[in-house]
T-cell receptor
Framework: EPEVTQTPSHQVTQMGQEVILRCVPISNHLYFYWYRQILGQKVEFLVSFYNNEISEKSEIFDDQFSVERPDGSNFTLKIRSTKLEDSAMYFC???????????FGPGTRLLVL | RKEVEQDPGPFNVPEGATVAFNCTYSNSASQSFFWYRQDCRKEPKLLMSVYSSGNEDGRFTAQLNRASQYISLLIRDSKLSDSATYLCVVNKVRGAGKSTFGDGTTLTVKP
């Protein structure tokens, strides 16, 4: 199975601080996604990224969020000024395979204090 | 109405039981369908894609009924290791589109 990796595995930050979550998607694939899962809730779509552009974003993905692929391999999610309600697990996913299915990274657990 | 709705669960079954999960989706234009499993505090992992013709992978069988906008997953001869949360996932666009997740149904298989 294609492998997506994410760093850090855990991040604790103070409210109002900026955080950057990193993902190394499946090599040679062009579609990438960020999802989040608040503890005890369902997985929610944040944003999809294709050809170095955002292709779709949800209502959750407001001006506090940004994504980029700075060096052609890493795919980052930045939260500019974190809020308590940003505490969640953040999953990166890449699109791969003949069936064009999304494969998820292990996630970054973000805790905002 | 939720975009993707699953049995609320939880399901508690003995080893060897057959268990069925149901899922409905609201958007009739949806193009692709999947079942994922998620272990506690882990990432969703693809279990299988779902097709109108139905598909089977060992003890797992998935079915899609487009007319009823209904997806099912059947697990036969359940094992302790099947204990997880099962997520129904629907994409409006084949391939590259976002995935919409159901709330998940938790299964516990007991000895």
């Amino acid at each position: 199975e294609p492998e997506v990796t994410q760093t850090p595995s855990h991040q604790v930050t103070q409210m109002g601080q900026e955080v950057i979550l990193r993902c190394v998607p499946i090599s040679n694939h062009l579609y990438f996604y960020w999802y989040r899962q608040i503890l005890g809730q369902k997985v929610e779509f944040l944003v999809s990224f294709y050809n170095n552009e955002i292709s779709e974003k949800s209502e959750i993905f407001d001006d506090q969020f940004s994504v980029e692929r700075p060096d052609g391999s890493n795919f980052t999610l930045k939260i500019r000024s974190t809020k308590l309600e940003d505490s969640a697990m953040y999953f990166c996913a890449g699109l791969a395979g003949e069936q064009e299915t999304q494969y998820f990274g292990p996630g970054t657990r973000l805790l905002v204090l | 109405r939720k975009e993707v709705e699953q049995d609320p669960g939880p399901f508690n079954v003995p080893e060897g039981a057959t268990v069925a999960f149901n899922c409905t989706y609201s958007n009739s234009a949806s193009q692709s369908f999947f079942w994922y499993r998620q272990d506690c505090r882990k990432e969703p992992k693809l279990l299988m894609s779902v097709y109108s013709s139905g598909n089977e992978d060992g003890r797992f069988t998935a079915q899609l009924n487009r007319a009823s906008q209904y997806i099912s997953l059947l697990i036969r001869d359940s094992k302790l290791s099947d204990s997880a949360t099962y997520l129904c996932v629907v994409n409006k666009v084949r391939g590259a589109g976002k995935s919409t997740f159901g709330d998940g149904t938790t299964l516990t298989v007991k000895p």
